[in-house]
C-alpha cells in the first residue's frame, strides 16, 4: 500500500554483476598504466567499458566520441543488458541517425565510477579482492576524461572527429577540449555547464543523504549483503527526476489527473498520476544503477568547475583549441538552463574558437537532450556534415566504412 | 562523518509532548461537536490548540485569523516551545508591525493534521488511548478551515475582519472566503495557489517517500519507540526546503563557495556551504515535527483544488461574497509563481470583488512571505489600513484595545 516497493537484493545485484563481467568491450589497463587521479590518488589495474558502432575510415579521422550523462552508460544504441530497453540515445545514434553509424566510427565508454564495467565502487579492488565500495577515491570529471583518453589512445586514434554529449556528458565534452586540444576537431556540448550551480548541488546533496539515509547503506559496505540500499537510491532518483523535467511538461502529461480511479482516496496512496510515475521511475532505477555509483557521479558533477582550473577564466580553459563547437541548449531546462549554455560560448568567443549556439524550444525540460526532438536532431546534423566537409570526410556512404 | 546526524528519540518526542501538552490555549470540542471531515468520517473528540495577541474589540470586530503554512504553527509572535526561536511571522505581526497588536486581536491556530497541539497524527485517539498515527482521516484544507471556524465561533466572533495567510495558509484563507462568504470581510493569500501544481505535487510525493523509506517510520507506528523517522524526515525537509529558495538567491549566499575549507576534500563531506546549510535544514527540522503529520500536511495540499469543488470554476467559489481581497505573489518564487495569484486574481474579478494584486520584486523565493521584505511589508500595511478605515475600525491606538 505505501511507499515505493521492496527489492530483492538479487535485483540490485544485478548491477555488481555487470560491474565486474560488463556485457560490453572491456579494456584492463595494466599496472604500468595507472590512472592517476585528481584526488591525487591512482588507480591500478583499472578497467575500461565501453561499446563502439559503424566502422573505423582507414585514416582513423571519423572517431566519434559520446559521453554519457549521470546514470548513463556505455549503451548508447543497443539494447540494454540489464533492462533490455533500447539504448539511451538511439533516437541519436545509429544508421542514418544525426550521429550516423554509417559514416562514424562511434565509441562510448562508461565512466570511471559508473557501475556498468568501467572501474568504480561496486567493482572488485584487486588488491583487496573485495568490492571497493567508498574506498575508491572521489572521481572528478576530468578523472573521467583521463580514462576516456586511454582508452581512445588504446583504440589507436590520435584526434576525434567529434566529442558528443549531454548533461555531465557534455562537461566531459568541455574537459577534453581544454585538457587535449588538439585531439578534438569538433565539439558537441549540450544541455551543461561549465560548473554545477549551487541549486544543482542542493539536489545531488539531497539524492545522497537519501542514499546514506538508507540503513542497508551500511557506510557504503552493503555488497554480498541481504539488504540493498534500494529504498534511499530510489528516493534519491525521484527528486532529482523532477528536476530533468520542465514545470509546463509535468502539467501537460500529467496535472491533477488521478491513476486510475474518478476520486481521491483521502489516502496515501499514489492518488495522482505523477505520484505513480515518480515511483516507478524511482523502482526502476534501482534495478540498473548502483547506490554508491550514485554518490560518486553525483560528487563529480558539484565538483567540476572548468575555469577555477584555469585562475577563474573559462576562456583560459580554451586557448589553444582549434576545436570548432556547436552548443546546444533548451528553452525550458531549469537544470543547466540557457544562461550556463551562454557562459559557455562567450568563453569560446573569448578564446576565439569558431562557435555556433543553439536554443532549442521546447517544454521538455532537461530530459530534452535524450528525446527525438525535430529542431535538435537537425542542429546535429547539420553541424556534423559541416564539420565532416571540414574534416575531407565523405559525404553519405563512405567507402571506408562499407 | 557522511549524512545527518543520528538524534535520539527524546528529541522528536518533544513534537509529541507538544501534540499532547501544548505550550497553547487549546479548545478541547466535545463528542457533541465533532469535526466533520471531507474523508467522510467525523472525529470528535477533538482539540484546537491556539495563541492570541492583542485584544478583541468591545464590537468583536478587529479579529485578524493567520493562517500558518505547512509546518508552521500556532506561535507567531512568540517565542517557540521547542526551538526558543522568535515566532515565525513576528516581522509581519505584533506592536506597530502590518498586522498591528495595538489594534488587531489575533488568532492563529495549529492545523488540524498538525503536531503542536491541534487533533494531528500525534495527537491520542481518545477511543484507543493510542497515538493516531495513520488512523487520523486524511485532512483536506476545508477541513482544517472548518476546525477554525468553530474555533472563531467559540471565541464569540461573528465575523473576521481579515484571515490572512502565506503557501498552504493562503490556500486556507481562499478556502475561508468560498466556505463562509459573510464572515470574511478581507482576505489576504500570500505566495498561494488555488489548486497544487503536478510539480507541487511530486515534491510533496519525494518528501513522503523520504519519510516511509525510512524503517523507523514502521508503517506511521512509531510513537514510543526506541526509533524516529528522523533520517528520512530530515531527507524530506532538504528537498522541500530548495523549493522555498530561488536559483538566483542560493547562487547568491552559497554558490560554490567551500565550508571551513580552502579546498575540495574529495570526499563526501559537507564540503559546500549550500550542502551544510542544507544538512542543518534536515536536522534542525526534526527537532520540531512530527513524520506522520509532514504526510497529513503535504497530502492536504495536493488535494487542494477549490474549483474543483465548484464545478471548475474558481469564480464560482467566491460568488456571494463581498470580501476585499489583497493578493501577493514574489517574481522569485518557483513554487507558487505569479501566474498562480494571476489565476486567483481573474476569478475574483470574474465574481466581482474588489481585488488588489501585488506582486513582489524579489530574489528571495518563496520564503520571502516570511521575510521582512519592505515593499511586501508596506502592501500589507496598506491594505490593512484600507480596510479598516472601511470596516469602521479606529486608527491607531484603538480605544477599545487599550
Avoid at 70 to 76: A, I, K, M, Y
Avoid at 206 to 213: I, L, N, W
Avoid at 225 to 251: C, D, F, N, W
Avoid at 310 to 318: E, M, N, P, Q, T
Wanted: proline letters at 5%; glycine letters at 8%.
Amino acid at each position: 500500500m505505501f511507499g515505493i516497493q521492496n527489492h530483492k537484493a538479487t535485483v540490485s545485484n544485478e548491477a555488481f554483476r555487470e560491474a565486474e563481467n560488463p556485457s560490453s568491450l572491456v579494456v584492463h589497463f595494466p599496472p604500468d598504466t595507472p590512472l592517476v587521479m585528481d584526488a591525487g590518488l591512482t588507480i591500478s589495474p583499472f578497467s575500461i567499458a565501453y561499446q563502439t558502432y559503424g566502422t573505423l575510415n582507414a585514416t582513423r579521422s571519423n572517431a566519434v566520441l559520446v559521453c554519457h550523462a549521470l546514470t548513463g552508460d556505455q549503451h548508447v544504441a543497443n539494447a540494454h543488458p540489464v533492462t533490455g530497453k533500447p539504448g539511451w540515445w538511439s533516437t541519436m545514434v545509429g544508421p542514418g541517425r544525426p550521429i550516423d553509424t554509417d559514416r562514424y566510427f562511434v565509441i562510448c565508454s562508461n565512466v570511471i565510477g559508473g557501475c556498468m564495467g568501467s572501474t568504480g565502487p561496486a567493482s572488485v579492488n584487486p588488491e583487496t579482492g573485495k568490492v571497493w565500495g567508498l574506498d575508491l577515491p572521489v572521481v572528478t570529471i576530468r578523472d573521467m576524461v583521463r580514462a576516456q583518453a586511454m582508452l581512445v589512445e588504446h583504440l589507436g586514434i590520435e584526434t576525434l572527429f567529434c566529442v558528443a554529449g549531454g548533461s555531465m556528458g557534455g562537461m566531459q565534452v568541455l574537459q577534453w577540449v581544454a585538457s587535449y586540444p588538439d585531439r578534438v576537431f569538433s565539439a558537441l556540448p549540450i544541455a551543461t555547464a561549465s560548473k554545477h550551480s549551487a541549486q544543482n548541488i542542493a539536489f545531488h546533496e539531497v539524492g545522497r543523504q537519501a542514499v546514506m539515509a538508507d540503513p542497508d547503506w551500511n557506510g557504503g559496505r552493503y555488497a554480498g549483503r541481504a539488504g540493498q540500499p534500494v529504498k534511499g537510491l530510489a528516493v534519491a532518483r525521484m527528486a532529482a527526476h523532477i528536476t530533468y523535467l520542465s514545470e509546463g511538461a509535468l502539467q501537460r502529461k500529467f496535472g491533477r489527473k488521478l491513476q486510475d480511479r474518478n476520486a481521491p482516496t483521502f489516502s496515501f496512496d499514489a492518488d495522482f498520476q505523477i505520484e505513480n510515475y515518480l515511483r516507478y521511475q524511482g523502482s526502476s532505477f534501482v534495478d540498473r544503477f548502483d547506490a554508491n555509483s550514485y554518490l560518486y557521479v553525483t560528487r563529480a558533477c558539484d565538483y567540476f568547475d572548468l575555469a577555477a582550473d584555469y585562475d577563474g577564466s573559462l576562456a583560459r580553459a580554451f586557448l589553444g583549441a582549434k576545436t570548432r563547437f556547436c552548443v546546444v541548449s533548451f528553452t525550458s531546462d531549469w537544470l543547466y538552463p540557457t544562461s550556463d549554455a551562454r557562459a559557455i560560448v562567450h568563453a569560446l568567443n573569448a578564446a576565439s574558437l569558431p562557435v555556433s549556439f543553439v536554443e532549442i524550444e521546447t517544454d521538455k525540460g532537461h530530459d530534452a537532450f535524450l528525446l527525438d526532438e525535430p529542431d535538435f536532431m537537425a542542429t546535429t546534423r547539420g553541424f556534423l556534415e559541416s564539420a565532416a566537409r571540414a574534416r575531407g570526410l565523405s559525404g553519405g556512404e563512405s567507402e571506408n566504412s562499407r
